[in-house]
T-cell receptor
Framework: GAVVSQHPSRVICKSGTSVKIECRSL??????MFWYRQFPKQSLMLMAT?????????EQGVEKDKFLINHASLTLSTLTVTSAHPEDSSFYIC?????????FGPGTRLLVL | DQQVKQNSPSLSVQEGRISILNCDYT??????FLWYKKYPAEGPTFLIS?????DKNEDGRFTVFLNKSAKHLSLHIVPSQPGDSAVYFC???????????FGTGTRLKVLA
């Protein structure tokens, strides 16, 4: 299947700082990518849809000013957690795909102290 | 409101036997369903999918069954192998959106 990478795989930051997570499609072009977060022992919850060349669309309850998404090219989407707080600590996963089948990145573990 | 549910948080099966993972959904407008396998601290890996116009799809050891009237799908793994031990998520989507609604996951443990 297609390959999606994420960087970094793990990040620890201080409260109040911003953290950028990159999501790349390595062998296909993705006009749309998705960002999810997963809390321990819970399901993956869709946060937002990243659209190449246009604004991201956010799910209900997700603060767009806190979770900035930039989809600057057909192979790269970035998620920036601004002014991170401990409650933002989570596992963030992106996906991109071909039609219905999505390929997921390996995830980024964020810990905010 | 959990639109996709997996009511069994965990399942243990003996190696070589059949594993059956279940998933229920509430929205009849979902028209495509997928199963993903996930290890801790990794992204989900695609296993198998099924369109709402079908009631069965098979790929090797994996078979997915869809019962639209009951709004229920299941994943059968046979024979189960220790390497199948992971968390399994079902996901549902609306045609053309590709936005996944994930179930809550079932942790499968295959005992050697």
């Amino acid at each position: 299947g297609a390959v999606v990478s994420q960087h970094p795989s793990r990040v620890i930051c201080k409260s109040g700082t911003s953290v950028k997570i990159e999501c790349r499609s390595l062998d296909f072009q993705a006009t749309t990518m998705f960002w999810y977060r997963q809390f321990p022992k819970q399901s993956l919850m869709l946060m937002a849809t990243s659209n190449e060349g246009s604004k991201a669309t956010y799910e209900q309850g997700v603060e767009k000013d806190k979770f900035l998404i930039n989809h600057a090219s057909l192979t790269l989407s970035t998620l920036t957690v601004t002014s991170a707080h401990p409650e933002d600590s989570s596992f963030y996963i992106c996906s991109g795909g071909v039609q219905e089948t999505q390929y997921f990145g390996p995830g980024t573990r964020l810990l905010v102290l | 409101d959990q639109q996709v549910k997996q009511n069994s948080p965990s399942l243990s099966v003996q190696e070589g036997r059949i594993s059956i993972l279940n998933c229920d959904y509430t929205n009849s407008m979902f028209d495509y369903f997928l199963w993903y396998k996930k290890y801790p601290a990794e992204g989900p890996t695609f296993l198998i999918s099924i369109s709402s116009i079908k009631d069965k799809n098979e790929d090797g050891r994996f078979t997915v069954f869809l019962n639209k009237s009951a709004k229920h799908l299941s994943l059968h793994i046979v024979p189960s192998q220790p390497g199948d031990s992971a968390v399994y998520f079902c996901a549902a989507i609306f045609s053309g959106t590709y936005k996944y609604i994930f179930g809550t996951g079932t942790r499968l443990k295959v005992l050697a």
